[in-house]
Antibody, heavy 118, light 111 residues
Framework: QVQLQGSGPGLVKPSETLSLTCSLSGGSFTNFFWSWVRQPPGKGLEWIGYIDSSGKTNYSPSLKSRLTISIDTSNNHFSLRLSSLTAADTAVYFC????????????WGLGTLVTVSS | QSALTQPRSVSGSPGQSVAISCTGTSSIFGTYNYVSWYQQHPGKPPKVLIYDVTQRPSGVPDRFSGSKSGLTASLTISGLQAEDEADYYCCSYGGAYTDLMFGGGTRLTVL
């Protein structure tokens, strides 16, 4: 079955750029969106953005100026880059498959805790 | 502060039914027609319970049901069980290549 595995640094310094990767196994990138969602400690879910298999993206307006999502279908992964980090970006970052038409997310990766601190 | 408003907490006893509301504005629910609901246990990723307002993915018990009336979507959980204690999130989406938003989340306590 489709599985997603996120990876990336657990600690990043303020003002630096966060890079996370989500590896896909057991499925194909076509006919779905591939999404990033984050969750600050003790808080709710926040949609970050998504990408389709051709590389077309849609970003949250609140993050758009700092965000790049890319996809590498040959190597079965998609990635997130978030620049100019502050403590407010500290969160668990989830990757997930997103239904193209109905927008629901399933399955999800386990999540990567990213702490922004000097 | 999310544009989709959920109660911070609800509670119920085993066997009872509870409903969790998700209230938006006409600009949100007029545009974002696809409502989904997620269950999240501590330290785990969310799990989809309902999509397209009322549809249940395979494997989700029929104790979970969704509905929408006007500007409010609802998740109803009947026959409450201890394992239903979790956080629940609604999500609204307008269709391909549009924005998506989550509600603030509701903590369900099974008494």
């Amino acid at each position: 079955q489709v599985q997603l595995q996120g990876s990336g640094p657990g600690l990043v310094k303020p003002s630096e750029t966060l890079s996370l990767t989500c590896s896909l196994s057991g499925g194909s990138f076509t006919n779905f969106f591939w999404s990033w969602v984050r969750q600050p400690p003790g808080k709710g879910l926040e949609w970050i953005g998504y990408i389709d298999s051709s590389g077309k993206t849609n970003y949250s307006p609140s993050l758009k100026s700092r965000l790049t999502i890319s996809i590498d279908t040959s190597n079965n992964h998609f990635s997130l880059r978030l620049s100019s980090l502050t403590a407010a970006d500290t969160a668990v970052y989830f990757c997930a498959r997103m239904d193209f038409w109905k927008g629901f997310h399933s399955p999800w990766g386990l999540g990567t805790l990213v702490t922004v601190s000097s | 502060q999310s544009a989709l408003t959920q109660p911070r907490s609800v509670s119920g006893s085993p066997g009872q039914s509870v409903a969790i509301s998700c209230t938006g504005t006409s600009s949100i629910f007029g545009t974002y027609n696809y409502v989904s609901w997620y269950q999240q246990h501590p330290g785990k990723p969310p799990k989809v319970l309902i999509y397209d307002v009322t549809q249940r993915p395979s494997g989700v018990p029929d104790r979970f049901s969704g509905s929408k009336s006007g500007l409010t979507a609802s998740l109803t959980i009947s026959g409450l069980q201890a394992e239903d204690e979790a956080d629940y999130y609604c999500c609204s989406y307008g269709g391909a290549y549009t924005d998506l938003m989550f509600g603030g989340g509701t903590r369900l306590t099974v008494l």
